[in-house]
């Protein structure tokens, strides 16, 4: 009688595992771009930026934060490697400090990169430099228009990493001040232009979201439509975690579970 082998069977959580091994990651890591205005001084914008980054560093020892935090005299653009929870936390702390030296104004994320392979640092750094500016007006406002525009900045983004990166290749760190520098004349081809992002922050479409927006719906659970016409009895008369907790975290709604009979 000849005898089959069966052969082992490998569930999806198997296969994510083994690429993370082969990665030498203990789980996936996200790549975010954003740009945004702030209010203040760079030198004040970049310290705090860092101090957000060496605070999570702390809390998340063993995991990197790498990226670049590219600041323009009026604006900024953030390019960070890190966990999706890592990513959360940095812009929760962007707005939860208060500070009168300066301020984190409107925010919006590119698309993100989930799943990164490979990236583009080694460490996390900050930069100051004058951008290259458009010779006309952006004035179109239609969904065509936005997505060239964004397309045009992450794709300039991603091209001034690859550059650093590869600047820097076999070595362990590198200037990104003299990076930037001897990019010359190639400064248009790299760098996003402060024109394009001041469109970007001033245009009025539902398809770019602030940070903030993200922040309120990553923390908001609605409940769903199935609790509602009868679907379920005996009724809930309390929905988790939705509204149940004031602003000073007591319990609004109180669960009686003997009032109905």
């Not at 930069?127 to 964004?150: A, F």
């Not at 091209?159 to 070595?171: F, K, M, N, S």
């Not at 001897?182 to 469109?199: H, I, Q, W």
Request: glycine share 4%.
């Amino acid at each position: 009688m000849i005898h089959i082998t069966e052969p082992v069977r490998k569930s999806a959580l198997d296969v994510i595992q083994y690429n993370l091994r082969a990665a030498g990651c203990k789980t996936y890591v996200t790549r975010v771009v954003y740009f945004g205005e702030y209010r203040g001084t760079h030198e004040v914008l970049r310290k705090r930026m860092e101090d957000i980054i060496h605070d999570l560093h702390m809390d998340y020892n063993d995991m990197p934060i790498t990226g670049l935090f590219l600041v323009y005299p009026t604006c900024y653009i953030h390019v960070l490697e890190a966990w999706e929870d890592i990513i959360y936390k940095h812009y929760e702390l962007m707005y939860n400090t208060e500070n009168n030296e300066y301020k984190f104004g409107k925010a919006i994320p590119l698309p993100s990169y989930h799943h990164v392979h490979q990236r583009f640092f080694t460490s996390w750094c900050h930069v100051y430099t004058t951008p290259p500016t458009l010779i006309g007006t952006l004035e179109g406002h239609t969904l065509d228009d936005i997505q060239k525009q964004v397309s045009n900045c992450l794709m300039k983004m991603y091209t001034l990493c690859d550059y650093i990166a590869r600047a820097g290749l076999g070595e362990k760190s590198i200037d990104v001040q003299d990076a930037l520098w001897n990019l010359g004349d190639k400064a248009a081809r790299y760098l996003p232009e402060s024109t394009v992002l001041e469109f970007l922050l001033n245009v009025s479409s539902p398809v770019l979201k602030t940070v903030e927006e993200y922040l309120r719906m990553y923390s908001d659970v609605s409940p769903s439509a199935f609790w509602d016409d009868n679907n379920v009895w005996p009724p809930p008369c309390d929905i988790m975690p939705r509204d149940v907790f004031d602003e000073h975290g007591r319990r609004k709604i109180s669960y009686h579970p003997n009032s109905e009979k």
